[in-house]
């Protein structure tokens, strides 16, 4: 076998179908024919653009390869930094959202871990921000998990009889101390207790402004009206029992609408800083909504995240000065995610067979951040 014949067979082999069917040697100077034929078969092969071409182009296993590896390439474009206070509320909402879509166990065991206080007659547990207290078939309640919970705090005893009942609610937006009873009897004692003003509920809150005067009690009733526009609603409203005269030179007195509930609220301002406040308030009646409309309505300082009561007459996201805003890292256009800023301090019984139970709820994550935002600082002692 001449060199030619050796070299051929040995590219043959190498290149596989380069080799031309049929022809088994040959020489140097053929090589090269064969050589370029195969090429022109390879690119007869490739697929073609245009008007020319009825068959959808056809993407081979190297150019496929090639494109992926241009891809990973590419420099990665990073979203811009969020502001901490735009994570912070990402997180709030997620956390809430979390609480509300998980499985009974684990709302349970959550509030196992938050228990701030518990006798053979109640129980108090800090109340996470978002979560309903009331049954809810679209998430996950805290009355839902409530018989969980109890045998939880029986060591998950079988033959378990124990039972925990809402006595004092708490808004679905409401942090904080939440009392809870262990048999019927109790919250029947409890509501008693409630209705002779002798159970001390304090709450804090952050306001947009500052209330003038500085402490006071606010004795307006309230009542539930229809708001009329392109989006009718219900909202609580104030139904004083006094209104100015036409002249301006006194007051005259209204008649008391049948349907308004009496509503008291005694505040006081605790701390004020960069146009908002921190304030402690304690309602001596039990009315729907009563701290948020008196703050809003009566001392014309709404809650931080309040967007029901930001506004009488639609439904839209509070809106906020540029300072609050710049304080706080946030665009207008964001303000939607902000929580409402109710926390339920502390709760005082009285005592029966023992002395009196007085419990405080420490700060959530996300009031003490806005507190530092706002440079409002937590007095040591709010007795």
């Known amino acids: 076998m001449n060199s030619c014949s050796k070299v051929t067979r040995r590219l043959g082999r190498g290149l596989g179908r380069t080799m031309i069917p049929g022809q088994r040697k040959t ?9 370029s034929f195969t090429r022109s078969q390879t690119t007869a092969a490739e697929p073609t653009e245009g008007p020319d071409t009825g068959e959808k182009p056809r993407l081979r296993a190297i150019d496929l390869a090639r494109k992926v590896q ?50 053979e007659d109640v129980v108090i547990i800090n109340k996470p921000y978002g979560v309903p207290l009331r049954e809810d078939p679209r998430v996950t309640s805290i009355s839902s998990v409530l018989p969980i919970l109890s045998k939880m705090m029986d060591g998950m005893k079988v033959k378990s009889h124990s039972q925990l009942l809402p006595c004092l609610g708490l808004e679905k937006e409401t942090s904080g101390a939440l009392l809870l009873a262990r048999r019927e009897e109790v919250v029947e004692h409890v509501l008693e207790l409630n209705r002779n003003n002798q159970i001390q509920r304090k709450f804090w809150v952050v306001t947009v402004g500052v209330p003038v005067p500085a402490e006071g009690v606010i004795d307006i009733p309230i009542i539930e009206r229809g708001v009329t526009g392109t989006q009718p609603h219900y909202k609580m ?38 146009g908002c406040s921190l304030v402690e308030l304690q309602p001596f009646t039990g009315v729907k909504h009563q701290v948020r409309v008196h ?3 009566a001392l014309s300082c709404p809650v931080l995240g309040d967007h029901k009561y930001s506004h009488w007459d639609k439904l839209a996201p509070q809106k906020l000065p540029e300072r609050v805003l710049g304080k706080l890292g946030l665009e207008q256009s964001k303000i939607r995610h902000l929580p409402l800023h109710v926390l339920a301090r502390q709760l005082i019984l009285p005592g029966t067979k023992r002395a009196e139970i007085s419990v405080t709820c420490p700060l959530p994550k996300y009031f003490t951040q806005t507190l530092n935002r706002l440079y409002l600082t937590v007095p040591e002692k709010t007795d």
């Open 70 to 119: 241009q891809e990973t390439e590419k420099p990665v474009h990073e979203e811009p930094p969020k502001s901490p206070q735009q994570k912070r509320l990402n997180e709030l909402k997620r956390f809430s959202q979390q609480l509300q879509k998980v499985h009974p166990n684990v709302l349970a065991k959550h509030l196992h871990k938050s228990l701030l206080y518990q006798d």
């Open 295 to 297: 703050l809003a309505y």
């Open 27 to 35: 020489c140097c100077r053929c090589l090269g024919a064969a050589l």
């Open 237 to 274: 409203a104030l139904s004083p029992r006094f209104k100015m005269k036409d002249a301006g030179d006194g007051v005259v007195k209204v008649r008391a609408n049948r349907q308004a509930h009496s509503a008291a609220t005694k505040y006081r301002v605790l701390d004020s800083s960069c």
